[in-house]
């Protein structure tokens, strides 16, 4: 199963559930070990990584987060800092706000790290 294949199946169980973010730890736990266990198709992830960005009804931002906060992949934050750019100069405060989440698992202390590991 791809890792795209894992965050759609996330996604569907994501919004059925009554445990919010808890729900998706364990899809997030096995796509970065998916990804940790291949580093030759690092590059692939994180174009992997950008489709799922690009298809938040069926991938929550939030496993995104989980994701990039253990794989810390440089390249999708650039992706993720133009994106909130276009955001900005789109007046889009919504992508803004979201964009900035996942920035912030980049930082040494992640503000919603409690919503995984509560």
Known sequence: MSIIQIAYEAGKKFEKSDLGTLCLTSYGEKIVSIVN????KLH?????FQKMWLAP???????????????KMPLFKKF????RTNAIANNDWRTESV???????YEETWQDYELFYG
């Open 57 to 71: 009804k069926e991938v929550p931002f939030e496993l995104i987060a989980f994701c990039m906060f253990h794989l």
């Open 44 to 48: 692939e992830f994180e174009l992997e």
């Open 80 to 83: 993720i800092e133009d994106c």
């Open 99 to 105: 964009t900035q989440s996942i920035l912030g698992v």
């Open 37 to 40: 266990d291949s580093p030759d």
